[in-house]
Every structure is written in C-alpha cells, then in structure tokens.
C-alpha cells in the first residue's frame, strides 16, 4: 500500500519549477508532505484533508485529488534551500491514524 | 522548546544484544510513532501509539517491542538484534492522526 512517487529524482537551476506526484492505490483520507534534508530529520511541509484542496506556501504548494487517490507537491521558482528528499505520507482510510511513506522524490537545486 | 528528543543518537551493537531506544516529547501530543528508514525505501512505520498505555503495529513490527507507559515516552526495544535492523530510527508525535507530526533527530543504530 506504499504510495508511488514520481520522478524519484529531479536536478534543477534556480528559479525553475517542480511538481512531484503521489499516487496510492488505497481511498485516502489525507495526504501529508515532509521534506528531509540530508543527514536531518524530516520537516512538514502541509497536509492535504478534504477531496479537491489546495494549499500553499511561500512557493510551494500542494493539490489533492480524493477521487483519484493522487497528490501533487508545485514548487515554483525554486531555490537552492529546496533540496532534499520529499516524501508524501498518505492516511489510508482502510488504516487511519497512521501514515503510509512514499520512497521519496530527491530534488537537487543548482546555482 | 525541545520538540521530540531520541536518546541515543548512534549505537553500535553485536548480534544477539539487546537495547532501548527512548523518545520524549514535551508537547502533550496524543500520538507517537517509531519509523525506521533505509535508503530507498523511505520511512516505514514500525509501531505507535494513540494514547498513554496502548500501542499497535505498523507495516514492519516483527523483531521490536514498544511500550507508552508515560504520555510523554515512547520506548522502543530491540530484544536480540539482527544485522537486518541496521537503519536509521525516528521517533515522531502528533495531536492527532491526521496533525502534522514532528521528528526526532533519528536514531542511527548499525548492528555487526
């Protein structure tokens, strides 16, 4: 039931853009994202709780479509602070009260 | 404001040994997790616990024990370790299921 994430890994030149996608196979509650630096613990990012919602901020932001059990993380005009690995972490509503972690997508931002 | 605190932060351990990691939290948060991670494969829930005195396994639990007899601790427990559970060992706690939960540094535990 782990989450797929795509790509598994990204490079960009600043200022460019991102989107990282979180798809599950299981009807989802919530979708979670975390970034984790190297060497770091993981840091959250926002959570997504109704079918349809969008947040952002700053420059990220975040979609989730409920019907299709997918999430997208948007990073806009990156910055070299955004690298690191970003996970989704998806709520399954078979489950509840416990996320289920995507491997990661590495993003490297370069000068 | 010390968040979730992992104690140890490195150990090295023989096959066949046993030890305790201890996480706390000074939030008050309800919830708390034990994940390990290895590369690749992202963060894999080992055990957690929605409440003082209950605990309930996550998708890999099989070589570890875990107990919340306090609220604020979350005890992990490796009764004989295998070279298999080298990997790197984090503690998180939430209000809530579906809150935004925060990490410990990690725990990074290699077993020869």
């Known amino acids: 039931q ?7 890994a990204v490079i960009l030149r600043e200022g460019e ?3 990282i996608n979180c798809s599950s196979s ?4 919530s979708v979670h994202w975390y970034r984790q630096k190297h060497g770091e613990a993981p840091v959250f990012l926002m959570i997504l709780l ?13 979609s ?17 602070s955004y690298s690191g690995t970003y996970f989704c972490g998806t709520e399954i509503k ?5 996320l289920v972690f995507g491997a990661g997508t590495i993003l490297r931002v370069k000068s | 404001n010390a968040g979730v605190t992992q104690t140890p932060k490195f150990r090295v351990l023989k096959t066949g040994q046993s030890m305790t990691l201890l996480c706390a939290q000074d939030m008050n948060h309800e919830y708390m997790y034990w994940y390990r991670q ?3 494969m992202g963060l894999r829930l080992i055990h957690y616990s929605v409440g003082e005195g209950t605990t309930a396994k996550g998708e890999v639990p099989d070589g570890y024990n875990v107990s919340r007899l306090k609220k604020q601790n979350f005890l992990l427990g490796l009764e004989s370790a295998a070279p298999s559970q080298t990997s790197v060992y984090f503690c998180a706690s939430s209000f809530l ?5 925060h990490f410990g540094d990690g725990t990074r535990l290699s077993i020869l």
């Open chain 2, 97 to 101: 299921g579906n809150q935004p939960q």
């Open chain 1, 26 to 29: 299981k009807a989802l509650y």
């Open chain 1, 2 to 8: 782990q989450p797929v994430q795509s790509p598994q």
């Open chain 1, 50 to 62: 109704k079918g349809g919602e969008q947040k952002g901020h700053d420059k990220i932001s975040a």
């Open chain 1, 94 to 98: 078979e489950y509840g009260n416990k």
């Open chain 1, 17 to 19: 853009d991102a989107v």
């Open chain 2, 38 to 40: 290895d590369p690749g």
């Open chain 1, 64 to 80: 989730f479509n409920e019907k299709k059990q997918q999430s997208s993380l948007y990073l806009t005009a990156s910055q070299l």
